[in-house]
């Protein structure tokens, strides 16, 4: 199928579609294929057939007609993903009937540049800006009542999240409401993104369930009928009202299941086992994304990584077999030609075209020096629109391009490719990136943010036309791998890249394989982690492939993607590793808590503890009358503004393991979101059915614990105030059991110095991109995964594990790799041997050699990453990064103000003086 060119698809089914016969798919917004369903008048009577005439991309051809296809496989993945609920099956949210009452997916469909009214959110009811916004959340979801899910969708609550701060850029003084149960900001830099949205002017989230009354018949407002404890039953009008729909699995999954022979769970979801969620109940087929389950684009990503992965241990044997060389044309010599630059200002849907004026941007590029050919696309990283720019390079002679879109850290790789198709040299690609550093921090100012973008493309063309071809070298590839850490992530990465035929290293600190799990005797999903931490193990421990060593600490690193040198301290002594490429999978550790009496108090346990006192039969905790579990123990305040992310369903199983052996005992949990998303809301809901007691607190008047006598007996008073009743209770317990916090390793530093990674905000390890690369790191041939990354559920530890495998394995998989042709170099003549830039240089690059003239500074470029720090320090400005030489830049210099503007202001400041 190819790529729709439709500027405007939701116009072209309005003109051009005399039958509405034509649908178009969209992915992340972008028009992505045409379907035409069997109402076509020329299907039916042969009539009409003017999309046909009309389309630019010769896409449609009603000659052709179906086929039948055999292909011969040795694997499947299925990624069906999931489809949005649909509310019109239920009439208490009006949808379909009251006008102004619009999903989600149908509210993103209006905050974007090809909805039908090209970004501006209107109501369809008068087409005009709604100033006053509601959002109601779990709409189809976290209901048991027929129609709707049992399940959490996972992702609501977030995306909710994103389209008031969205609203909120297209409109400063638009009122958001919020209406939901509890808050799911789960993942990774998700609770900064809720307090983000709760902390902006005009924004309220008000924990409440919620009912649609009526629609005005005048105004077609809408009035939401919802309770507060302050003011309990009221009603308020809203312009528009939007349902944050849940995640359904695709209609057509259960004719997929039958069709493939694999098990369905009882939401219609793949059968997963909690040990390989990967896998299917059918050997040799996977399931990757939300085939799984509700989840996010990060997770998706990596599963579908780790599913490749899964593949590669089947199928290793015919690795490289049937693959073949991707053949560039011959790249044609450019440097004696006068300078011919295009520019291609990309409106990336919404992000770009909403702020900047793109049309005026392209109409002033076309002024510029140089510039012989300027133009517009939706989004210049799909398919068909890199592909315009291969083809126009040819057509209009360009030797220069010129990318106004976004940041070079996202899409200069796949923009430099699409020259070399053109066979240009892909160094004179040149990226301006008029959306992180324009209309991003500009949504506002319209008409500033305009002429910034056009004075960033001004700067790219003028240093563009200083750019030179530079030629990349291959690297050779170091088969082997080291996996630092030996918990359920690297114990499962590192079994996954051996089975794949590659060497593994696996190094861990501790004298005993596991990390954490060796704490964890059952998950909520009933897998008993010590059997399957067991036998992960053993078959560690029996693979040829793999070398363990415990006990072991990292005392020096180095090299460079495809030939890493680490040397590892451990009971075999100090020994030298050479590999191709490091996994970093070192897991976390438990937040010590130094409140609530713990460390006082024996009876006071962490989560942790408790789960082992209660697969250990301790009596004290198994005979308790009542016990009590605080949440949210060192996360989610000051010191660590995060959540856990696995806490609440930790308590939750604890909650049900304790009911199941003793009835009788009283189980409180105390807390301030109950975080179970996915399937593990059914968990929820059955330890609410037996009568585990949930009471919220807040973060501004904490639970107190203290020691107390009662009756003759000691007992632990825990106070908290019931937000329902608005008074403080007091809870006689003989255990109290804190959620305490996920922390980061304290050893996450010098492991991030050693490997060139970086850390985040908590110190947990930070990925390359959150959604396109979130195993990888910026130091390539460096991948990250499990609770090294952020904490996480066993079974997602597993998913990434896989996944970050199936990345090393992509790149082990290669007898070379290509290093950039941007690196330093140095002149000569100029260089008088100071050794300044070998003290910059972090990846030691550089050294001073004697030379007939002298000690010199010479540059190995295998080592260097074209940092430029070197640049920026040598005193006799001897070294020039390639692609980045002082002429280039300081023709972007000069072009960002003009000689004649400068002696302007400097004429005005010397008549102020």
Known sequence: MQYCPVKYPDKFNQEISQNKAIHIYFAQAVPLVTYIDESCLYLKEKKCGICERVCENKAIDFTQTREKLEVKVGAIILSPGVEPFDPAVADEYGYGWIQNVVTSMDYERLLCTTGPYEGEVLRASDKKHPHNIAWIQCVGSRAVTPGNNSYCSAVCCTYAQKQVILTKEHNTEADCTIFHNDIRSYGKDFERYYQRAEQLPGVRFIRSYVSIVREDPKTKNVTIRYATPDDGVKEEEFDMVVLSVGLNPPEASKDLARKFGVELNSHGFCQASPSNPLATTRPGIFASGAFQGPMDIPESVFTASGAGSQVGELLDYRRGKLSTERVYPLERNVSTEEPRVGVFVCRCGANIGRTVDVPSAVEYALTLPNVVYATEQLFS????????????????????????????RTLEALFRDTLREAGINQYYCEMANIREHCSWVHTKEKEEATQKAKDLIRMSVARTARLEALQEFDLPVNKAALVVGGGIAGLTCALSIANQGHEVHLVEKEADLGGMARRIHTTLERLDVQAYLRDLIRKVYQHP??????????????????????????????????????????????????????????????????????????????????????????????????????????????????????????????????????????????????????????????????????????????????????????????????????????????????????????DFFKEAHVKLRPVDFGADGVY???????????????????????????????????????????????????????????????????????????????????????????????????????????AQIDAAAPEEEITKHVDALVGVV
Not at 385 to 407: F, P, Q, Y
Not at 590 to 600: F, I
Not at 827 to 837: L, S, V, W
Request: proline fraction near 4%.
């Open 381 to 408: 990283c799909a398919t068909n629109s890199a592909k315009d720019i291969s083809d126009l390079a040819k057509e209009k002679g360009l030797n220069r391009v010129v990318i106004a879109a976004c940041s070079p």
């Open 545 to 762: 492939s793999v070398h363990v060593y415990t006990d072991a600490a990292i005392t020096e690193a180095t090299g460079y993607v495809g030939n890493f040198v680490t040397k590892v301290k451990s009971y075999r002594g100090l020994t030298e590793i050479q590999h191709g490429a490091t996994v970093i999978a070192t897991g976390a550790d438990l937040y010590k808590p130094s409140e609530y009496l713990y460390g006082e108090d024996d009876r006071v346990l962490t989560h942790l503890e408790l789960d082992e006192r209660i697969n250990q039969g301790d009596e004290r905790v198994l005979s308790a009358e009542s016990l009590v579990m605080i949440q949210c123990v060192g996360c989610r305040n000051e010191d660590r503004n995060y959540c856990s992310r696995v806490c609440c369903s930790e308590s939750i199983k604890n909650a049900l393991s304790l009911k199941d052996k003793n009835p009788k005992m009283d189980v409180y949990v105390l807390f301030r979101d109950i975080r179970t998303y996915g399937f593990k809301e059914d968990s929820y809901r059955e330890a609410a059915s037996k009568d585990v007691r949930f009471i919220r607190w807040e973060p501004q008047d904490k639970p107190q614990v203290e020691a107390v006598q009662e009756g003759g007996r000691s007992v632990l008073r825990v106070t908290v105030t019931d937000p329902i009743l608005g008074k403080k209770l007091e809870i006689d317990a003989d255990i109290v059991a804190l959620a305490a916090a996920v922390i980061p390793p304290a050893g996450n530093k010098e492991l991030a110095q050693s490997f060139g990674a970086s850390l985040g905000p908590d």
């Open 784 to 890: 990250l995964c499990g609770m090294a990354h952020y904490p996480k559920h066993i079974p997602e530890v597993i998913n990434q594990a896989y996944g970050a495998a199936g990345r090393v394995v992509t790149l082990l998989s290669h007898d070379t790799v290509v290093a950039s042709g941007s690196v330093c170099e140095v002149n000569e003549k100029k260089c008088f041997g100071c050794g300044e830039c070998v003290l910059a240089c972090t990846y030691g690059a550089i050294q001073l050699r004697e030379t007939r003239n002298g000690k010199k500074s010479v540059v190995n470029p295998v080592l260097c990453k074209g940092c430029g720090l070197c640049n920026a320090k040598c005193p006799a400005g001897a070294i020039q990064l390639k692609h980045f030489t002082d002429e280039a830049l300081i």
